[in-house]
């Protein structure tokens, strides 16, 4: 168990021979990958993961090796300001060689001391959550690039279907052999946390960007494992089974209508998913109706018409989802976490413009969907806009069909929050300051979702109370 206080005089002699002894083994994974880039010319991303898979089984034992985060905090300190200026100064090609622009080199130490202070006392956690980057990681990059032939897009960059797969069943084994043989984990609950670990992980490393999944797989990891492992081995079996099933619709849908890629169709399990588990039925109607209305209208639309190759990605996908993620974040966090008013702790307070903010995004998207169609006088868009607006309220009173507990009355902050942002998308656009570049219309779409709830706060926390 890692103690988390700064070493004592006694102790602070044998911390600096640990520090010495581990610096001087991260200096030779540098010069190891430095000598077979020059040497053999392999592929840059085979010595990058050299060093990213020996730095990580080194890193993962150090709740065992140091007595001080502050110790790991200064060695991550350390190499954060040589890799950056070994960058700046186009040095280290083994590590920093590769063609697309990545974070990663940077976002890794910083995931190893966060986990290390959130990891006290549950070294075999942090040990897991490590693993679960490094090992996987590697093999899935090394397998995929030699063998992976069914290729999907995330953005700029490019993965396949067969370096995910072994992503999956490194991820299940790392996380499955360390809970059985170095913890009290019954074999059933290892399994199937494994399982679920396993999948969740798998989705966000195939979505990530720009190197952040060595930052979001092992705090995913680790917060997983602090959940999961706690619940009973039916409890988690419900959830794999719901899990699995949203996966499955999302990827039918994705498949047969095409308007997303399928690292969009990722996202999309991921946020359903994310919603159902921690929120229930009650908070997934409104995004699956959302999601049904807007098929509907793509279907009949925009297909025949010969305008529905749309292929949302993550980064849009990113932008539609953050305000209503936030809302349904700060709901769970007041039930769960925070201190608060007791209106805020109970009653889904945050409820209603989660249901607003979801329309009002279903309107938004609508409207766009087909920008060559859109008529040029402002009258004629202000009714389009207001079309899509009344299109999307008509997912609202479907609530109150699936979830009783949602009355008539409570679907006018919803109402008011989609004719707000309605009202602020279209002053926006119109003020003619608004980038046309790839990505911007997607957040206009979201400032203007998140101004009409600011807008309303107050009125959201009153009717709360």
Not at 19 to 37: N, P, Q
Not at 126 to 147: E, F, K, P
Not at 224 to 249: C, D, G, N, P, W
Request: with cysteine.
């Amino acid at each position: 168990m890692i103690a988390l206080t700064l070493p004592t005089a006694g102790t602070f002699t044998g911390e600096a021979v640990r520090v010495l002894l581990t610096g001087a083994g991260f200096l030779l994974l540098f010069v190891a990958a430095e000598v077979w880039l020059r040497a053999l010319n392999p592929p840059v991303e085979w010595t990058r993961k050299l060093v990213h898979f020996g730095g990580g089984i080194v890193a993962a034992a150090f709740p065992w090796i140091f007595g001080s985060h502050w110790t790991v905090l200064g060695l991550a300190l350390l190499f954060v300001v040589v890799l950056w200026e070994t960058r700046r100064r186009g040095l280290l090609g083994s590590v920093h060689g590769v063609e697309r622009r990545s974070e990663g080199a940077l976002y890794y130490p910083a995931a190893i001391y966060l986990l290390l202070v959130i990891g006290a006392g549950r070294p075999v956690f942090y040990m897991i959550a490590v693993l679960a980057l490094v090992v996987s990681d590697t093999v899935a990059a090394v397998l995929g690039s030699a063998y992976g032939r069914v290729r999907y897009v995330v953005e700029a960059d490019r993965r396949t279907v067969e370096g995910s797969a072994v992503f999956f069943l490194s991820t299940f084994l790392v996380v499955h052999l360390p809970l059985l043989l170095m913890t009290d984990t019954p074999r059933a609950i290892s399994v199937l946390v494994a399982l679920q670990l396993a999948l969740l992980v798998t989705l966000v490393e195939g979505i990530s960007i720009k190197g952040n999944d060595n930052l979001v797989v092992p705090l995913m990891t680790f917060y997983l494992l602090v959940k999961l492992t706690r619940q009973t081995a039916e409890f988690l079996l419900y959830q794999l089974s719901a899990q699995l099933v949203i996966m499955a619709l999302l990827g039918l849908i994705a498949w047969r209508y095409h308007f997303v890629t399928a690292s969009g169709a990722m996202g999309l399990m991921l946020f359903f998913y994310g919603v159902y588990a921690l929120g229930g039925e009650e908070w997934i109607v409104a995004p699956a109706l959302a999601l049904v209305g807007f098929s509907v209208f793509y279907l009949f639309r925009c297909r025949p018409a010969g305008h529905g190759n749309v292929q949302y990605q993550v980064i849009a996908l990113f932008y539609v989802a953050v305000v209503p993620v936030t809302l349904f974040l700060a709901n769970n966090a007041f039930e769960t976490l925070l201190p608060g008013p007791a209106f805020l702790r109970t009653g889904d307070p945050f409820y209603p413009a989660f249901l607003g903010a979801v329309a009002a995004q279903l309107a938004l998207i609508v409207y766009n969907l087909d920008p060559a169609t859109r008529s040029r006088r402002r009258a004629a868009r202000v009714a389009e806009l207001a079309g899509a607006g009344a299109f999307a309220a008509t997912v609202l009173p479907g609530l109150i069909v699936w979830s009783p507990a949602v009355r008539l009355r409570d679907l006018l902050i919803p109402a008011a929050v989609l004719l707000v942002a309605s009202a602020l998308y279209h002053s926006l656009w119109r003020s003619g300051r608004w980038p046309h570049r790839r990505f911007w219309n997607v957040r206009l779409q979201s400032l203007s979702v998140a101004g009409a709830v600011l807008v309303l706060l107050p009125v959201i926390l009153r009717a709360a109370r």
